[in-house]
């Protein structure tokens, strides 16, 4: 909130066909918000899952969810500065600790140019 206030939230969007993604995240924090639109349909027993990357290398997983339109929270290992972008991928419903596949979407990470 306070960021918001301050005018210096950092917003990322991205967007493939009908799927979309938009990302809000304060200078420095740990967490940020996504809001998705139209993700796709998920095979049973699977989720979505949210990766940060530093390099586009390597990949830090982060949160499992569900829902395809809407919003969710999303945890990073350290201030989100630290990471170029975030994709999401579908894994198992519990999550995995590596990307099973490339992401289907990602969001570039504007300002994010510091390197951990």
């Not at 999401?88 to 390197?115: C, H, N, W, Y």
């Amino acid at each position: 909130v306070e960021a918001a206030a301050r005018g210096d939230l950092e917003l990322a969007r991205a967007a493939d066909g009908d799927v979309s993604m938009t990302f809000v995240h304060a200078p420095g924090a740990r967490e940020g918000f996504l809001w998705v639109d139209d993700l796709p349909p998920l095979p049973s027993g699977k989720a979505y899952q949210a990766w940060f990357t530093p390099d586009l290398a390597t990949f830090e997983p982060s949160t499992v969810f569900t829902l395809a339109s809407g919003g969710e929270w999303l945890k990073a290992t350290g201030p989100l500065d630290g990471f170029v972008a975030m994709g999401l991928t579908i894994e198992d419903k519990d999550g995995a600790d590596a990307p099973t596949s490339a992401p289907f979407i990602v969001v570039m990470l504007e300002g994010s140019a510091q390197r951990r």
